[in-house]
């Protein structure tokens, strides 16, 4: 009764699964990279005032 998996649908469980997580995660990744670019910007403003104050 138990049949085996064959390896089309194996490789088809494991995209929907990855594809699954992006898609569930996206928010995260993109509220990261957000992050980080406001993070970047806030250091680039810094060094340029530390810059005209010397």
């Not at 085996?4 to 928010?27: D, E, H, K, N, S």
């Amino acid at each position: 009764m138990l049949r085996r998996v064959t390896l089309p649908q194996l490789l088809f469980a494991t995209f929907l699964g990855i594809a699954g997580g992006v898609y569930i995660y996206q928010p995260i990744f993109e509220q990261y990279s957000r992050e980080q670019k406001e993070f970047k910007e806030k250091v680039k403003l810094l060094q340029e005032s530390e810059e005209k104050r010397t």
